[in-house]
C-alpha cells in the first residue's frame, strides 16, 4: 500500500518499484486506488503497459477500498507475487481522507489477514519540517513500514528523514532520483549522510 500527500510523486514510485520487482522475476498487479482523480488511473494505466503488468481499476468514482478489494482478490486468483496498491493523494491534517486509509487496509486484510506487508509512505525530498507531521499522522492511521524519499535530485536533499527517523522511528527503504523506472535505488544510510555533509561543506 502506498500513500502520501498531494504530489509527493506516488504514481511514479509505483511505477519505478513494479519495474524493479518485476526486474527480479516478480509478477506484479497494480490496484489503481485513486478513483477521485482520472489522470492518476489514466497514468497508473499507461506504466502498467509499458512495464508490461496487470492492473485493476474501480469504476468511475468507486469507493478506493472496494478498488483495494478487487486488487488483493485478482493477485490471488492469478497467483501473482505482489500487488501494490495506490491511494489518492491527501493532507494528513483531512480527518475524514485520512479514515478513508484505514478503510482501504481494512479491505486488504479481508482476505489477507496480515497485509499489506509494506505501507509505503511516499515523502517529496524536498519537504522541509512538515514532512515529521506527514509521517507521524500518516503511521498513525495505517502503521506505515517505510519511507520511499522521492525526488532525490536536483537541489534536493531529504535531510527531514533523519528527524523523522528519531522521532518517528520511520527507515527509508527507497529513493527516487529521476524521473525513469530506472532511476530508483535501494536507500543506502552511507551514501546519503555522506552527501549531505558534501552539502553543507560545498
Known amino acids: 500500500m502506498v500513500c502520501g500527500v498531494n504530489g509527493a510523486g506516488k504514481t511514479t514510485s509505483i511505477a519505478k ?4 520487482l518485476k526486474s527480479q522475476g516478480k509478477s ?4 489503481a486506488g485513486d478513483t477521485f482523480r482520472a489522470a492518476a488511473v489514466e497514468q497508473l494505466t499507461i506504466w502498467s503497459q509499458r512495464l508490461g503488468v496487470e492492473i485493476v481499476k474501480g469504476d468511475d468514482r468507486a469507493h478506493p477500498a472496494s478498488v483495494a478489494y478487487k486488487a488483493v482478490e485478482q493477485t490471488l486468483l492469478s497467483g501473482a507475487d505482489i500487488c501494490i496498491v495506490d491511494t489518492a493523494g491527501r493532507l494528513q491534517t483531512q480527518q475524514n481522507l485520512m479514515a478513508e486509509l484505514t478503510k482501504i487496509q481494512g479491505a486488504i486484510r479481508k482476505q489477507i489477514p496480515a497485509a499489506p506487508h509494506e505501507v509505503l509512505l511516499v515523502l517529496d525530498a524536498t519537504t522541509g519540517q512538515n514532512g515529521i507531521s506527514q509521517a507521524s499522522k ?4 495505517v502503521d506505515c513500514t517505510g519511507i520511499v524519499l522521492a525526488k ?3 537541489t534536493a536533499k531529504g535531510g527531514v528523514v533523519v528527524a523523522i527517523r528519531q522521532q518517528v522511528g520511520l527507515p527509508v527503504k527507497y529513493v527516487g532520483v529521476g ?3 530506472e532511476d530508483w535505488a535501494l536507500f543506502n544510510s552511507r551514501e546519503f549522510v555522506d552527501a549531505l555533509f558534501l552539502e553543507i561543506t560545498a
Do not use: M
Request: no cysteine; aromatic share 6%.
Open 17 to 20: 518499484l513494479a519495474h524493479l
Open 28 to 31: 506484479v498487479v497494480l490496484g
Open 138 to 141: 500518516f503511521t498513525e492511521v
Open 152 to 154: 532525490l535530485d536536483g
Open 179 to 181: 524521473e525513469q523506472p
